[in-house]
């Protein structure tokens, strides 16, 4: 399977006054096409500043990010970010807040009719039929959640971005979430790099897991999660399986707490 992302040894140190932070540290990385990837490590040990490498919001400080066998030299409109806020625009319905790429940008030249087109198609795949003419302010949390996805699917990215998008919501909600995610990536062809600190939820989703070090980032461990698609995500966490990727991965994540580290 051929390559998407490619971070060739990586490394990228950010400075605030006179403390110098090494956030990365000569990370080799080939994300492959339409997979699933998690990434997961210590607080501070680069897995968003990898994001934002292959987003083009900055540049490595030495090494090279390629996307689609081109170095990333500016931001990279063949991806979508979703963070762990929605940063819908409260003063936008939500419908206008989805449509909001296709005003902007490359897509500014399409119809209107082609625009409401697509935003009901989102709409639909996230399960907000009948909400775009809502506020966010009238949505609930998980559902300001999937206008956020929505407005990220939108206009077709290869590549979809996600750092910690479920962090802050409780268990319920982020497991109704997790299943609308696999629902609508799997079978779609795209790829996707999630960034967690929740072990669970990455084996829960990837086909491949990264384990980072403590600051500065290294690679420690890449797993292979051969758990079968579709994922029942109620069932497949009392498999033995799964139980067998969690102790193994856990091993390599806690060498760093042994160290005093805290996961986020």
Not at 5 to 34: I, P, Q, W, Y
Not at 129 to 139: A, M, Q
Not at 206 to 235: F, H
């Amino acid at each position: 399977m051929t390559a998407i992302v490619e971070f060739r040894n990586v490394s990228k140190v950010f400075f605030k006054g006179e403390t110098r932070m090494h956030a990365l540290r000569r990370v080799s990385l080939d994300v492959r096409r339409g997979e699933l990837l998690a990434i997961v490590g210590p607080s501070g040990c680069g897995k968003s500043t990898l994001l934002n490498l292959a987003a083009g919001l900055m540049e490595p400080g030495t090494g090279e990010v390629v996307y689609d066998g081109k170095p990333v030299k500016n931001v990279n409109t063949q991806v979508a970010y979703v963070t762990q806020k929605d940063n819908l625009l409260p003063w936008r319905t939500v419908g206008s807040n989805i449509a909001l790429p296709l005003e902007v940008g490359l897509h500014r030249g399409i119809t209107s009719h082609e625009r409401r087109s697509r935003t009901a198609k989102a709409l639909s795949m996230v399960g907000l039929e009948g909400f775009d003419r809502h506020y966010p302010s009238e949505l609930s949390g998980g559902m300001r959640k999937r206008a956020q996805l929505a407005r990220s699917l939108i206009y077709d990215p290869d590549t979809l971005l996600m750092d910690e998008p479920f962090g802050a919501l409780d268990a319920q909600l982020k497991l109704m979430l997790q299943s609308e995610l696999l629902k609508t990536w799997e079978g779609s062809g795209k790829t996707l790099i999630f960034v967690t600190h929740d072990l669970t939820e990455a084996i829960s989703l990837a086909d491949r897991i990264v384990v980072m070090s403590a600051r500065p980032g290294t690679i420690r461990q890449i797993a292979e999660i051969k758990l079968p698609r579709p994922r029942d995500l109620l069932t497949i966490r009392f498999s033995p399986q799964f139980g067998h990727y969690f102790e193994y991965l856990w091993q390599a994540l806690k060498q760093d707490f042994d160290k005093g580290e805290e996961m986020r």
